[in-house]
């Protein structure tokens, strides 16, 4: 079984930053991309930033949403199996809950599988 764990979210004013964490755990064969979507009330859930898994201990090329870009930063570790997200000179339109993502492979599986962390809440206020 594999669980998705986002930390981080919380309340901050305009112009504040926050930082959201998503570990993975169980049992993991190897991760794909990892990334962070939000959905406000109202709203479909949308793409905030991803990063493949790369060759590196800290991942590979990242892609983000015009809205975010410039403003936020995804990292990974892949010896922690852990995402990142910087989210910096927040807006209220930012207001969100927030979910980590990873594409794996499981120990007992050989093709690719999407899973979703429970979801953090951010709101920004004006």
């Known amino acids: 079984q594999v669980q998705l764990v986002e930390s981080g979210g919380g309340l901050v004013q305009a112009g504040g930053s926050l930082r959201l964490s998503c570990a993975a755990s169980g049992s993991i064969f190897s991760i794909n991309d990892m990334g962070w979507y939000r959905q406000a009330p109202g709203k479909q859930r949308e793409l905030v930033a991803v990063?493949?898994?790369?060759?590196?201990?800290?991942?590979?090329?990242?892609n983000y949403a015009d809205s975010v870009k410039g403003r936020f930063t995804i990292s990974r570790d892949n010896a922690k199996n852990t995402v990142y997200l910087q989210m910096n000179s927040l807006k209220p339109e930012d207001t969100a809950v927030y979910y980590c993502?990873?594409?794996?492979?499981?120990?007992?599986?050989?093709?690719?599988?999407?899973?979703w962390g429970q979801g953090t809440q951010v709101t920004v206020s004006s």
């Open positions: 990063i493949i898994s790369g060759t590196s201990t800290s991942g590979g090329m990242t």
């Open positions: 993502n990873a594409a794996l492979r499981t120990r007992a599986t050989t093709y690719l599988t999407n899973y």
